[in-house]
């Protein structure tokens, strides 16, 4: 077990906590956390008051209607079959061509909502390390509604990631290969006795459990022939074991032969000791910072093993470490975009964000949910940051903290950002050549999460029906009118409530300095405003 840290803990351990196992939150939020002191605290993330029925999903997206929908779609099917016989071929494609349309758009709606329904969740929600856990799980399993298409399936996959966020990583695995969603993504659909497809067989063992290194190619051929004849029932979502499609043939996974189908292949990877190293590993990088020692990975992966794969004793272990507090953890995480969001209008005591607005940030930041780049999920860490994408989260800041008064890449002058971003240590957050990573995970930048649709003009248009019923934060609460007199308590009020950190001392002069040269004859809110954009803009401020 990871060497532990004692239960008195400071704010800002606290913050840390709330940070990482969550998407931050209020003072406030932070202050009932620390009272709990730090084993009550972490226990109240693990177990929390509210179940994953804490809101409801869209109607579309229950079982039933979904199977309503489809029979709809069926009987449309083949009212137009009969519709188009009578018709000339450039009519019948004509009418074709329309119904697709159609169901395009009726999808496109779906998706939007299902996107909006998980950010408010994140923002809103009781539990925030299970929505926490359900977005590791979405890059981990990641799959795209680019390639599944329905969105009620991707709900449905949002939804088995919730319910098993800190539960079974095991059992997860399993349930995770029969997901319609999953099975659409890897192709396992198509997987038939004869004709494996081996996208599935090989994920499993390189990005969902072991890593690579630790199978042969024989062993995905061999598996692939396992998972065949799993099919999915596109009237209802379900997903049976066709066996006429299986390989009831014998196959030999790890050097143990049988005839195995795909549950068997997936107990057999979980016999392996590098399944536990492997998700220990990633959980501490995720959670915690790059690179775990290998002792540290030894130790966890122990944990993991005792508790049969449960995650939640896992996580316990990494929120109690003295290492998780150490202070080349601590605000020392770049934020993902998603991050980046949902806790700056937490920070900012937002119940909300500007309509239609988070999904414009999220294209252009680089992570749209739903919408990973490929199998491998999204590059983390560096990746998020090059110049394109610092400035625009200057901007998106600006947006948010500034109401309508001013349009994103209005709100803080071009010139001075791009100053801003030069000025400090911004070039140790950036790739040399502002790319994502080469590899498997090369592409999960902006411009590929922007996709052909979100046009310059598409953004402008959205940002300016957003900024008409956008009044920003509620600066009297933030900032009241008697601690505007005294600029050094303010802007240590405002620091501890965006960086939970002391501040560098030049920073602090920084922001002492631009509150006093902004003052008139009171300290407005538009004035308060400008500062904590300017401290929002900072590269301090992207790293949690």
Known sequence: ???????????????????????????SDIKTLHALGRTKAVDSLLKPAVGPDEFAMPEWCTPAKMAEDMQERIAQFRKLREETKNMTPEEAEKAKKNVNQTEQRENRQHGIEG??????SMLHTRAPLREKMTLFWHDHFATSIQKVKQPVLMMMQNDLFRRNATGNFRQLTHEIAKNPAMMLYLDTQNSKSGKPNENFAREVMELFTLGEGHYTEQDIHEAARAFTGYQLNRQNGTVFHNRRQWDDGEKTVFGKTGKFDGDDVVNLIFEQPQAAK????????????????????????????????EVAPLLR??????????????????KCPIQFLVQMLKQLDLNQAPQGYTMIAQQQLGQV?????????????????????????????????????????????????????????????????????????????VQAALGKKATPEKVAMVTEVA???????????????????????????????????????????RFIAFAEEKEGVVFTNHEVAELVHLMLSTPEYQLT
């Open 115 to 120: 996107q909006g329904w998980w950010f408010r």
């Open 369 to 445: 949910l739903f919408n990973p780049p490929n199998v491998a999920g999204w590059d983390w860490g560096k990746a998020w940051i090059n110049t394109n994408t610092l400035l625009t989260r200057y901007n998106v800041a600006g947006f948010i903290t500034k109401g309508a008064e001013k349009a994103p890449g209005q709100a803080l002058p071009v010139d001075e950002s791009m100053a801003m971003a030069r000025k400090s240590d911004d070039s140790e957050m950036m790739d040399d050549d502002d790319k994502p990573n080469a590899g498997k995970r090369k592409g999960g930048g």
């Open 278 to 309: 492997f998700m220990a590993a990633k959980l501490w990088e995720y959670f915690a910072a790059d690179n775990p020692p290998p002792a540290a990975v030894e130790s966890m992966a122990a944990t993991f093993r005792s508790a049969n794969y």
């Open 317 to 334: 272990e990494i929120f109690l470490s003295k290492q998780f507090y150490a202070e080349e953890v601590m605000r020392n995480q770049i």
């Open 467 to 509: 900024a008409r019923n956008w009044r920003g934060p509620d600066y009297d609460r933030i900032a009241p009118r008697e601690l505007r007199k005294r600029h050094e308590d303010l802007v240590d009020s405002l620091a501890l409530r965006f960086f939970q950190a002391p501040l560098a001392d030049k920073n602090r002069k």
């Open 1 to 27: 077990m990871l060497p532990q840290a004692p239960d008195p803990w400071t704010i800002y351990e606290a913050a840390h906590l709330l940070n990482r196992a969550g998407f931050g939150g209020s003072p």
